[in-house]
């Protein structure tokens, strides 16, 4: 009779709900995954940027998915900050795009070069002074400009010696001078690729050793 009635109290008593999560689980889910998107934004924040030459690097192979009209001609351009149309260009022109792209005008560094030294610039065009419009435009006065920056560096025949973002000068027959800017992207020839605009607009193409180089240059600093 006894267990009778056991059984009768036991099977009255309801039986504990069964809840597949705890109460706490979905709070506690939101937690953690706010929690994660703080680390992750802070861990962003504080990692350290991609080496100064890769980014200079990056800055000249943006500018050859643009169409540019080689067009070397004299024009009036604002100061500082001052550019041809986006449309036209020239191997300088390069150069002086990718480090405007890294908060550096070259328009203005060898403006006021040139206002203090300007004869140890070329005296090529046989100008009474300094030409905001067109100086940093004219290959021989970035390398002038490169070199008394103390960004000269020694040229070679070997392609490990040229890093992503350095600047190399030729000379194109008959007796043009070129420039253009080192990637970080080896072509088949072991060489890294160029990136310049020798008449074809912005290319990236293997002509490190195409010309005889003249000069070698690694500007990082500001």
Same mark, same amino acid.
């Given at each position: 009779?006894?267990?009778?009635?056991?059984?009768?109290?036991?099977?009255?008593?309801?039986?504990?709900?069964?809840?597949?999560? @705890?109460? $706490?689980?979905?709070?506690? =889910?939101?937690?953690?995954? %706010?929690?994660?998107?703080?680390?992750? /934004?802070? !861990?962003?924040?504080?990692?350290?940027?991609?080496?100064?030459?890769?980014?200079?690097?990056?800055?000249?192979?943006?500018?050859?998915?643009?169409?540019?009209?080689?067009?070397?001609?004299?024009?009036?351009?604002?100061?500082?900050?001052?550019?041809?149309?986006?449309?036209?260009?020239?191997?300088?022109?390069?150069?002086?795009?990718?480090?405007?792209?890294?908060?550096?005008?070259?328009?203005?560094?060898?403006?006021?070069?040139?206002?203090?030294?300007?004869?140890?610039?070329?005296?090529?065009?046989?100008?009474?002074? @300094?030409? $905001?419009?067109?100086?940093? =435009?004219?290959?021989?006065? %970035?390398?002038?400009?490169?070199?008394? /920056?103390? !960004?000269?560096?020694?040229?070679?025949?070997?392609?490990?010696?040229?890093?992503?973002?350095?600047?190399?000068?030729?000379?194109?027959?008959?007796?043009?001078?070129?420039?253009?800017?080192?990637?970080?992207?080896?072509?088949?020839?072991?060489?890294?690729?160029?990136?310049?605009?020798?008449?074809?607009?912005?290319?990236?193409?293997?002509?490190?050793?195409?010309?005889?180089?003249?000069?070698?240059?690694?500007?990082?600093?500001?």
């Amino acid at each position: 009779m006894r267990n009778a009635k056991a059984r009768s109290f036991i099977s009255e008593v309801p039986e504990p709900a069964i809840t597949s999560q @705890p109460k $706490t689980t979905a709070p506690l =889910r939101l937690a953690l995954t %706010l929690l994660l998107a703080s680390a992750l /934004a802070c !861990a962003q924040e504080h990692a350290m940027p991609a080496p100064y030459g890769v980014r200079l690097a990056d800055a000249a192979m943006e500018q050859t998915r643009a169409t540019v009209v080689y067009d070397s001609s004299y024009r009036k351009i604002a100061y500082p900050g001052g550019d041809v149309p986006p449309s036209l260009g020239v191997c300088a022109d390069v150069v002086i795009r990718a480090y405007r792209r890294l908060g550096i005008d070259l328009q203005v560094k060898v403006h006021e070069d040139m206002a203090r030294n300007f004869t140890s610039y070329p005296q090529l065009w046989k100008l009474p002074g @300094p030409d $905001t419009n067109i100086d940093h =435009r004219r290959v021989p006065n %970035l390398q002038t400009f490169f070199r008394r /920056a103390g !960004a000269e560096v020694p040229a070679s025949n070997n392609p490990d010696d040229y890093h992503a973002g350095d600047l190399v000068t030729w000379r194109v027959p008959p007796n043009l001078p070129h420039i253009g800017i080192v990637t970080g992207q080896k072509s088949p020839s072991g060489a890294p690729y160029v990136v310049h605009n020798i008449g074809r607009g912005p290319q990236m193409e293997d002509m490190l050793f195409m010309y005889p180089i003249t000069g070698h240059y690694r500007y990082t600093t500001q």
